[in-house]
């Protein structure tokens, strides 16, 4: 299900700022479903976040035993 900006941030529990930031940024896909409307899927968000964490995981292991 696709969420507004504000629907997004109060799902994810961070704040609007931060959804729009990551947005800017090119973080986070998104929906545009017209020039004001701007659409996320959590369920999206949410597996690019296990992914980067994982992948956060793996270079610190390297760190480690390098």
């Avoid at 930031?21 to 976040?49: C, F, M």
């Amino acid at each position: 299900m696709l969420l507004s900006v504000v629907e997004t941030a109060r799902v994810l529990g961070v704040s609007v700022e931060t959804v729009r930031r990551r947005i800017k940024n090119g973080q986070w896909p998104v929906y545009k479903l017209g020039p004001k409307s701007t659409r996320l899927d959590p369920s999206e968000i949410r597996a690019l976040g296990r992914l980067v964490g994982e992948l956060e995981q793996q270079r610190k292991g390297a760190l480690d035993e390098g």
